[in-house]
């Protein structure tokens, strides 16, 4: 309030006067209620008590002392009460007047021409901002949907299940088909060793070596049975 007053006693307004007044409606004032501005009468005789006007932006209040300033009449407006202002400059000042919507009409004579001027601009203000209320349109935050990563589906490729391992295990047929390789021969065929040629029993022996070779015989046994025939070589 102290900020407000310093703009409004820039208009010649007599600084006492403000003080009373600004004190009364300190218990007047609503929530949120602030003054825009106070116009002092000033007329060309002395005045000891003079009427003011005091607008806000809830309403305009009339302030008029009685009792020989003992006490004051406060009358107040609320602008959607208002239907109108107009302000009428003359040569010792000016006339505030509004009406109201019941066909009401007040007038505050002898104001500064700054003052009424001042006082006429506030209240149009304030009867436009009524006539033209500005929508503020809510902001709506767009959410964004967020799509849902699809997992990359990854083909199983079936396995089969082997039930038959003949079919993929080579069996010693298998093996031996392709080279004309003889079985190995046991311990009872000694007897026959005696009765083959030099040349059978060399060619046995190259036998086992093969089979030695390709896995079908141990070692051991390969051993054994070369020893076997080197005894009749």
């Known amino acids: 309030m102290i900020d407000n007053l310093k703009k409004i006693l820039n208009e010649d307004q007599d ?11 300190e218990n007047l004032l609503m929530s949120n209620e602030e003054i825009g501005y106070i ?20 309403r305009i209040i009339l302030c008029k002392p009685k009792n020989l300033g003992l006490s004051m ?3 107040d407006y609320d602008w959607d009460d208002i239907a109108g202002s107009f302000v ?9 007047t509004f009406t109201t919507n019941s066909d009401l009409t007040h007038t505050v004579d002898y104001l500064p021409k700054n003052q009424a001027r001042k006082l006429y601009t506030y209240a149009k203000e304030q009867l436009d901002v009524l006539k033209n209320p500005k929508i503020t349109t809510p902001i709506i935050e767009e959410v964004k949907a967020e799509t849902p990563v699809q997992e990359e589906a990854i083909e199983e490729t079936p396995t089969e299940e082997v039930t038959n391992y ?30 083959l040629s030099q040349d059978e029993l060399f060619a046995k022996l190259q036998n086992y070596k093969k089979l030695l070779d390709n896995g079908l015989i141990l070692q051991g046994e390969y051993d054994r049975l070369k020893s076997e025939i080197l005894k009749y070589l």
């Open 166 to 195: 003949a079919e993929i295990i080579p069996t010693p047929n298998d093996v031996i088909r392709d080279t004309e390789i003889e079985a190995p021969i046991t311990h009872n065929n000694d007897i026959g060793l005696v009765n």
């Open 15 to 25: 600084p006492k006067a403000i003080e009373k007044i600004t004190a009364k409606l």
């Open 73 to 75: 009449e406060f009358i």
């Open 88 to 96: 009428k400059e003359g040569i010792l000042g000016a006339d505030f």
């Open 39 to 58: 116009a002092v009468q000033k007329k060309p005789a002395v005045t000891i008590f003079p009427d003011s006007i005091v607008v806000t932006n809830k």
